[in-house]
């Protein structure tokens, strides 16, 4: 099993700065294989990346993937207040399919 | 307009078994995989496993094989994840979820369905 490992935990940031989010897998993931969700409390997960650079239809261009093999980043230019909210990294290449554990981006 | 709709919420006991439903529209709904996702109070997102309507292929975590069951009715487009002996630590809310095109990316989540196991 793929084990997915992101860092931070928790990210305390104002509005307007940037965002950069790790996730670490255990093993090479193939770069068609990683993606990445925001999740809002009480709501369900929504996605943001997939394909590790590929944006989902109707996610701003503020948000953005990128790595290979074993690291991949998302990184949000300007953090709006809408963007304050939890994000996973997910696999799909390799079966069983894993999400790491989260990032919290929370209001400095 | 696609969608997913899920069941309601549920309260069992220890020891019941428990389906729950997820139904889509808007789409073909044969085409594309559907994943289960498990949130548990407080915590983060478990990949349960992912079914594909047209074949009934199914793939579960490893960790869950033998505990849930993943199906579909092909002819109402709904999908189902059967427990068949529920313990309190199934406590928690299951998402379903789309394959977006070929990947296992999801891109269309139901709203969730909070499962509460209590004696």
């Known amino acids: 099993e793929i084990v997915l490992r992101q860092s931070p935990g928790t990210l305390s940031l104002p509005p307007g700065e940037r965002a950069t989010l790790s996730c670490r897998a255990s093993q090479s993931v193939s770069s068609s294989h990683l993606a990445w969700y925001q999740q809002k409390p009480g709501q369900a997960p929504r996605l943001l990346i997939y394909?590790?650079?590929s944006r989902a239809t109707g996610i701003p261009d503020r948000f953005s993937g990128s790595g290979s093999g074993t690291d991949f980043t998302l990184t949000i230019t300007r953090l709006e207040p809408e963007d304050f909210a939890v994000y996973y990294c997910?696999?799909?290449?390799?079966?069983?399919?894993?999400f790491g554990q989260g990032t919290k981006v929370e209001v400095k | 307009e696609m969608q997913l709709v899920q069941s309601g919420p549920e309260v069992k006991l220890p020891g019941e078994s428990l389906r729950i439903s997820c139904q889509g529209s808007?789409?073909?709904?044969?085409?594309?995989?559907i994943g289960w996702v498990r949130q548990m109070p407080g915590k983060g997102l478990e990949w349960m496993g992912i079914?594909?309507?047209?074949?009934?292929?199914?793939r579960y975590s490893p960790s869950l094989q033998g505990q849930v069951t993943m199906s579909a009715d092909k002819s109402i487009n709904t999908a189902y994840l059967q427990f068949n002996s529920l313990k309190a630590s199934d406590t928690a809310i299951y998402y379903c979820?789309?394959?977006?095109?070929?990947?296992?990316?999801?891109?269309?989540w139901g709203q969730g369905t909070m499962v509460t196991v209590s004696p």
């Open positions: 394909a590790t650079s």
């Open positions: 808007g789409y073909i709904f044969t085409f594309y995989w």
């Open positions: 997910q696999q799909y290449g390799s079966s069983p399919e894993t």
């Open positions: 079914f594909y309507p047209g074949d009934s292929d199914a």
């Open positions: 979820a789309k394959s977006y095109a070929g990947l296992h990316a999801f891109d269309m």
